[in-house]
T-cell receptor
């Protein structure tokens, strides 16, 4: 079983809806990530949080809004999405700064469909 | 800049055949880490192995083995006696030392289909 838990596993939303994806880890990791994966492509980095602070935003549109309430939780708030935003959204965690093996632990992903 | 290449987009084999997935990487760092991940249809990326740049020993884990050759910048993955459950997309990835994961570079992936 994965130690990174994502909910919901599937989400269908309209372009005017507001929804959120949630991610939780209990491995004591201090870095958490959101990736977007389109079909037949590798994951693409969206955001990185390090010690609960946003450290990387890969020029992601503002309709995606990340939030890290504490070191175990990571949310991705979705608003006014477009159909092309339909994808698998993967959450990951790693030990964080000072631990430079860089190994990422991934959740099962949330499959998002925007109608 | 870092780059990971997986030249094989898709591979099909019949069960019990051996199969090798190729991975070639580029980096200017002398210290770095290489990874293989498996992504079954369920979507989760499953960690398979990590190898640091100073350890060129090959590794075997059950039916899986990895061949790391710095001279050719390759980190190939072999599955012996493949099984249907091995069907998945496999990603090779690179992380440079000093990064804790924020510059994780994935290859494009190889889709492996193992037919019964």
């Amino acid at each position: 079983d994965t130690e990174v838990t994502q909910t919901p596993k599937h989400l269908v939303m309209g372009m005017t809806n507001k929804k959120s994806l949630k991610c939780e880890q209990h491995m004591g990791h201090r870095a958490m990530y959101w990736y977007k994966q389109k079909a037949k492509k590798p994951p693409e980095l969206m955001f990185v949080y390090s010690y609960e602070k946003l450290s990387i935003n890969e020029s992601v549109p503002s309709r995606f809004s990340p939030e890290c309430p504490n070191s175990s939780l990571l949310n991705l708030h979705l608003h006014a999405l477009q159909p092309e935003d339909s994808a698998l959204y993967l959450c990951a965690s790693s030990q964080g700064p000072g631990h430079n093996t860089g190994e990422l632990f991934f959740g099962e992903g949330s499959r998002l469909t925007v109608l | 800049a870092q780059k990971v290449t997986q030249a094989q987009t898709e591979i099909s084999v019949v069960e019990k055949e051996d199969v090798t997935l190729d991975c070639v990487y580029e980096t200017r760092d002398t210290t770095y880490y290489l990874f293989w991940y498996k992504q079954p249809p369920s979507g989760e990326l499953v960690f398979l192995i990590r190898r640091n740049s100073f350890d060129e020993q090959n590794e075997i884990s059950g039916r899986y083995s990895w061949n790391f050759q710095k001279s050719t910048s390759s980190f190939n993955f072999t599955i012996t006696a493949s099984q249907v459950v091995d069907s998945a997309v496999y990603f090779c990835a690179l992380s440079e030392a000093g990064n804790y994961g924020q510059n994780f570079v994935f290859g494009p992936g190889t889709r492996l289909s193992v037919l019964p």
